[in-house]
């Protein structure tokens, strides 16, 4: 790359699009590099039945509202794949791909990214690259013993591939609900749970949950104490599927086993479930390993952040992790402000 950019983003999903979107309305110079070989980010990777928590209507990114899909009140993640596609083209994004980033480097008045496709240099950065890709594993006694199969979340696609399975299910948030929910009827189904799952009322939606987060931060950033926020509402969005596995009896989560035997699981107890495969619902964690030769994680691994600037280098935004990098902004309808302040900043700190 011969010429110096104003920004270059990291990653291609909804969040990078999002800082594209603000990047593209101020005048800045920029490229966007994704490391999947097509538009639509860790959506297309997902499980076939997985459907967002909110209408389309309030699952969009800045400039243009998802359109809704026939017969469906919460779309698909199909449905966001082609939203995503389409947003991408119709602003005329400058994304390479595949291009996978390997490191980002301090070059004097720049940033160096370093990758399998060649180097960037850029006044600023903006890591937008998410979690999909560091699914997160529990240290449980005896996983590693286990003779079954094991899948996390990302591996997860159909009930189809685990039918007439003895099937485990751990995780008690919205994505081991959807997964319980989609094998409930074809597998010998366990579920377990951390504590017992909380549904959220029928009416509430991510909607809610993003204004709850909203007015988390915004109290928090005013020097306020911390609010039940999203925590208040309950943890699990009873979209269609959900609720008629719960509705029909099918979803009875039980207690956090304490280890894994080669053959299932074992609670304190003593009770024993014997399993073909243990699917792990259980998280991820913000993929940040480009940034290492930047030295900015702290002693826990976090990079510490004011808004979406990370406090160790001010060329450098994070967008779309989690509320460290603003409320809800690794939802499609929470990542468009903290990029239109990203991008904001980033114009500010320019010459």
């Not at 929910?181 to 951390?194: F, N, R, S």
């Amino acid at each position: 790359m011969s010429k110096d950019l104003d920004a270059v983003v990291i990653g291609g999903g909804q969040a990078g699009l999002a800082a594209g979107y603000h990047l593209r309305r101020l005048g800045l110079d920029f490229v966007i590099l994704d490391a999947q070989t097509s538009p639509g980010g860790a959506w297309q990777h997902t499980w076939d039945s997985l459907h967002l928590f909110s209408p389309a209507a309030f699952s969009s990114l800045p400039g243009r509202l998802m359109p809704p899909q026939s017969g469906q009140t919460y779309p698909d993640a199909a449905h966001v794949v082609s939203y995503l596609t389409d947003y991408e083209k119709r602003y005329e994004f400058p994304v390479v791909r595949p291009v996978r980033v390997q490191a980002v480097h301090r070059d004097g008045a720049f940033l160096r990214v370093e990758t399998d496709a060649g180097s960037w240099r850029a006044r600023t950065v903006i890591s937008a690259t998410g979690t999909w890709w560091r699914p997160f594993l529990p240290a449980v006694p005896g996983r590693t013993g286990f003779r079954g199969t094991q899948l996390h979340t990302v591996e997860y696609r159909s009930p189809a591939d685990l039918a007439g399975q003895r099937v485990i299910v751990v995780g008690g948030g919205n994505s081991g609900a959807q997964v319980a929910a989609d094998l409930a009827y074809d597998t010998d189904l366990t579920w377990a749970t951390l504590r017992e799952p909380r549904y959220l009322a029928d009416d509430i939606d991510g909607r809610a949950l993003f204004d709850a987060a909203t007015a988390r931060r915004r109290a928090l950033d005013a020097g306020g104490t911390d609010t039940a926020g999203v925590a208040s509402l309950g943890d699990i969005v009873a979209v269609p599927p959900v609720r008629e596995a719960h509705d029909a009896g099918l979803l009875k989560a039980q207690p956090m086993f304490t280890r894994i035997t080669a053959t299932g699981v074992e609670w304190a107890d003593g009770t024993r479930a014997e399993a073909d495969v243990i699917v792990w619902c259980t998280g991820f964690r913000p993929s940040l390993s480009h940034l290492a030769p930047l030295g900015l994680r702290g002693p826990r691994g976090h990079i510490p952040t004011a808004g979406t600037r990370a406090l160790g280098e001010s060329r450098l935004h994070l967008l779309g992790y989690g509320d460290w990098t603003g409320p809800a902004s690794a939802t499609l309808i929470g990542v468009g402000r903290p990029a239109r302040d990203a991008a904001r900043e980033i114009a500010q700190l320019l010459p």
